[in-house]
């Protein structure tokens, strides 16, 4: 079997470029490949060129975080890895104003169907997926435009390779989308449609009539693409709603997913021959 310092210049690439496409950063890490890929063809051994811990994971802490059920880990001393940390002070939403992130986060409660999670005892389940939903949300529209201008930035072979890996759509839709005016217009939308139907803000009126106003603007989706700023925000919604609820851990165990788990062998598989 070949040693790491005998992996092929395409291994390296497969290996350097998948790294390049989840961190989403050019610059540093593109240079970080280039002298990857000269070590790998003088044969100077991976170790002297990657840091620690960036492209293959770390066992130890691998293991340490993925066998406990707590939602905080004990971080443990020179730790590599990035560990959440619980928050010590009230949540300050990074893009949305106040205002704005109130209604985001009643329109996640109805999404998720937790119509009167607004109601709920802090610490209550339904109160707590609908507030890590709606900070989660803050925090991907926040870092929208620094991720937007990483994937300019993105040399021709680290572009072919996010390609490769996640689809020509995919990496234009980074390129060029803006979620923050998305977001940002969407919600001056919802409040004036909200004044002109209701003559009150969103927030203001009874769940059955936010029910209704969400009813129309889903129904509208059926005839094709976005036609108005309701629509891209309901769709722009819809979209980060299921990515962050089934991304937490209630909705990982609603899926009974299996994979967060740590196996010394992989499960149900044989060895045959000498592959």
Request: aromatic fraction near 8%.
């Amino acid at each position: 079997m070949a040693e790491d310092h005998d992996l092929t210049r395409r291994q390296w690439l497969l290996r350097l470029g998948h790294g390049v496409v989840l961190t989403g950063v050019s610059g540093a890490v593109g240079e970080l490949a280039t002298d990857a890929l000269a070590a790998a063809q003088t044969g100077s051994a991976a170790s002297e060129v990657l840091p620690p811990g960036l492209y293959l994971p770390n066992n130890d802490h691998l293991t340490h975080a993925l066998t406990s059920d707590d939602r905080f880990h004990p971080i443990p001393a020179g730790t590599e890895t990035e560990y959440a940390r619980p928050r010590v002070s009230p949540f300050r939403p990074q893009f949305f104003s106040q205002e704005e992130f109130a209604t985001v986060r009643r329109l996640v409660e109805l999404f998720l169907g937790d119509g009167d999670a607004s109601k709920a005892e802090p610490g209550a389940e339904g109160s707590d997926i609908v507030t890590e939903v709606s900070e989660w949300i803050d925090l991907i529209i926040a870092g929208a435009p620094a991720v937007r201008e990483a994937a300019r930035r993105l040399t021709p072979e680290q572009r072919a390779l996010a390609v490769r890996y996640d689809g020509a759509a995919a990496v234009e839709e980074l390129e060029t989308s803006d979620p923050q005016t998305v977001w940002r217009e969407g919600l001056g939308w919802l409040r004036e449609e909200s004044q002109r139907r209701f003559g009150k803000e969103f927030l203001d009126v009874s769940q059955d009539e936010q029910i209704q106003l969400l009813t129309a603007i889903g129904g509208g989706l059926l005839e094709g693409t976005p036609a108005n700023l309701g629509q891209q925000l309901f769709v722009a919604l819809k979209a980060e709603t299921i990515r962050g609820y089934y991304t937490s851990r209630r909705g990982l165990d609603e899926l009974d997913y299996q994979g967060n788990t740590y196996h010394v062998e992989c499960p149900g598989c044989t060895t045959r021959g000498d592959s």
